[in-house]
């Protein structure tokens, strides 16, 4: 058989292994029933097959993070190597300086890092302990994910094709303000009193909230150009009750002056501001996600007058009422600590943030030229009350003693 017909057989059996239809073992076996010259042709041609796969992952908008998130919803854990495998080869004939930071360090979270290597199937295999019909199998279903996938919106530069980016300013204690929040965050997600959770929550927003306005505020200096630095990044929520989970990633997005978009089919949200708010945004909602999940888990599970199980939607109403009082509360703390700014400083930032908004706005709709405003059906008071009471219940006042 010819490259070119192994090539054309290829894109046929990706999709029959990844649907997982009937006639995958038929196609495994007849890429697999060859002698060891034979192997190793299909195996070039296989692992040439999965590196253009990624490159064309790239061109349609995904990024590292995106793919392997999204990969591990949907394919085998056995699969994540292989595709790791295939991500490193994709980047071996770029120069570091092409790629953008922001999709380097994205590599490194992943474990990819320099010096990036060729995919062999044969070494792979070897290392992962799997046999010649599971590498193919494992291979194929990667091929048939990677095809499926979407258009999504392009937030970095290709690799290959990116610039140096200009730096902002330093932010003074930037490291040990990020470790301040971190640690507030991480003691809010291990206690198991919900008062304290949210007073330690609150008190990471107000951090935060002082934090992007001493940045603003070292951009207020007349002798220094306010750099655009608005972008985006997309985090992954968990299934079910996706829409909700959302809205509570939009609120903390909104008390930090971002903007979100999201995908319910993929279960992401897009988030859009400058760049340190939005690596704020990210810390916040991560952590409130956790919280809003076992705030919900202790409500129980909601039983109709009938007797049939209402916990679905009562689950959904709660996290959506819960989203929308904790955004209130976030809101108020965002703008106290930025009420309290002195009288001098706060006509300095007013421009500043004013330009900043400008520059989101512009990103946003260039990411997004059309968007729908959905609204969604509250079906379960029950639900919604409960979630609004266990909301209330969060100590948002950053003032509010803090137990340690």
């Known amino acids: ?111 990819v890092s320099q010096p990036f290597t060729e995919l062999s199937l044969t070494t792979w295999a070897a290392a992962a302990r799997v046999g010649r019909y599971l590498t193919l ?16 919106a392009r937030l970095y530069p290709l690799p290959g094709a990116a610039s140096v980016r200009r730096q902002a300013p330093a932010v003074p204690a930037n490291g040990k303000m990020l470790a301040r929040i971190r640690g507030l965050l991480a003691k809010a997600e291990a206690t198991e009193f919900p008062d304290e959770a949210e007073a330690l929550s609150g008190k990471a927003q107000e951090l935060m909230a002082k934090f992007s306005l001493d940045r603003a505020l070292v951009e207020a200096d007349p002798a220094v150009e306010i750099p655009d630095d608005s ?16 809205q509570l990633v939009g609120a903390v997005a909104s008390a ?44 129980g599970k909601h039983i109709g007058r009938r007797g049939e199980s209402r916990t679905r939607s009562f689950r959904q109403s709660f996290l959506m009422a819960y989203a929308q009082r904790i955004g209130e509360r976030l809101q108020v703390t965002a703008a106290a600590t930025q009420a309290a700014v002195p009288e001098a400083d706060a006509d300095r930032l007013l421009p500043v943030l004013t330009k900043r908004e400008e520059q989101v706005d512009a990103l946003f709709t260039k990411l997004f030229p059309n968007t729908t405003t959905r609204r969604t059906r509250i079906t379960n008071g029950a639900g919604w009350e409960a979630g609004l009471t266990a909301a209330d219940q969060a100590q948002l006042d950053a003032r509010r003693q803090v137990r340690r």
């Not at 300086?97 to 474990?111: F, M, N, V």
């Not at 949200?269 to 919280?291: A, F, M, N, R």
Request: charged letters at 25%.
């Open 256 to 299: 930090n002056r971002c903007r979100t978009v999201v995908i319910d089919q993929l279960a992401v949200v897009t988030i859009v501001g400058e760049e340190l708010d939005l690596q704020l945004t990210e810390i916040l909602s991560t952590s409130l996600l956790v919280q809003a999940n076992r705030a919900m888990l202790a409500a």
């Open 137 to 152: 199998h494992h291979a194929l279903s990667l091929a048939g994910f990677l095809q499926a996938l979407p258009i999504l």
């Open 1 to 111: 058989m010819s490259d070119e017909e192994i090539l054309r057989l290829l894109p046929i059996a990706a999709t029959i292994v990844a649907v997982r239809d009937d006639r995958a073992d038929q196609q495994l076996a007849r890429l697999g029933a060859y002698d060891e010259r034979d192997q190793a042709q299909v195996d070039r041609c296989l692992q040439g097959f999965l590196t253009a796969l990624v490159r064309a992952t790239w061109e349609r908008g995904w990024t590292p993070a995106d793919v392997v998130q999204h990969g591990r919803r949907q394919l085998d854990p056995g699969v994540e190597p292989l595709l790791l495998a295939a991500i490193s080869a994709e980047h071996k004939t770029y120069r570091q300086t092409t790629i953008d930071p922001r999709w380097l360090d994205q590599l490194a979270d992943l474990g």
């Open 231 to 246: 972008a985006a990044r997309r985090l992954w929520v968990d299934t079910p009750y996706v829409s909700a989970k959302a």
